[in-house]
């Protein structure tokens, strides 16, 4: 991105597509020859698209989780032999019905642990100048849960390299935030098929 100017965009609401967006960011701006970095708070899956596409398919791109992995994936994992060193495209993930389980969303000390981690991570990134564009991803999400202040995310924007694009994802985004950030979606859920029973799907929500 070299001097242009890079801003601050929040995509928020209850709606579905947010890490879409952003990861469709990236790909735009991979494309161009731009260096990115995603950091996901709260999420730990390895078998997810985005997390695949990046690593095999999207160069110029780092890709950091800071969550639970599935703990169904992990002992299908093992079962299989699966060795993370190899090709992520070389696993092929079954479907796994996810019901009630949320074990990968417990909200505890494990959980803060790892959201601590990854601020210090996005600290460290944004401010270094390292990259063109940089996506925290569902760290909107950690705010309204009260893992993370809204003072050390306004911390992380404002130490931000100027050529740096930031991109925060989640909903409930709050009002200092949106403040600070020079564009703003709001993702707005009108109609989902959840409210049909039918669960997230391979390839539409990971």
């Known amino acids: 991105m070299g001097k242009k100017l890079g801003l601050v965009q929040v995509y928020t609401g209850d709606g579905k597509g947010k890490t879409s967006a952003a990861i469709g960011l990236v790909t735009r701006a991979v494309g161009q020859g731009y260096k990115a970095h ?3 708070f709260m999420k730990g899956g390895a078998y997810t698209g985005e997390m ?4 095999n398919f999207l160069p110029c791109t780092k890709f950091v989780q800071y969550g639970r992995p599935c703990i169904k994936e992990v002992k299908q994992m093992k079962l299989t032999g699966f060795d993370k ?3 992520y495209f070389d696993y092929v993930r079954d479907d796994i019905d996810c019901g009630a389980c949320r074990w ?3 909200n505890d000390k494990k959980q803060q642990q790892y959201i601590d981690e990854a601020y210090a991570k996005s600290k460290q990134i944004i401010s270094s100048g390292d990259f063109d564009i940089v996506v925290l991803d569902e760290i909107n999400i ?4 009260g893992f993370l202040s809204v003072e050390k995310v306004l911390g992380l924007i404002a130490s931000k390299a100027p050529h740096t694009e930031l991109v925060l994802t989640g909903r409930n985004a709050r009002s200092e935030i949106i403040q600070k950030a020079d564009l703003v979606t709001e993702m707005r859920m009108i109609k989902h098929y959840f409210q049909q029973g039918i669960g997230a ?4 929500e990971y």
């Open 104 to 106: 990968c969303f417990l």
């Open 142 to 145: 950690a705010v309204d849960l």
């Open 52 to 55: 695949i596409s990046a690593k």
């Open 201 to 204: 799907r391979r390839g539409i």
């Open 85 to 87: 060193k190899v090709p």
């Open 38 to 40: 995603i950091i996901q």
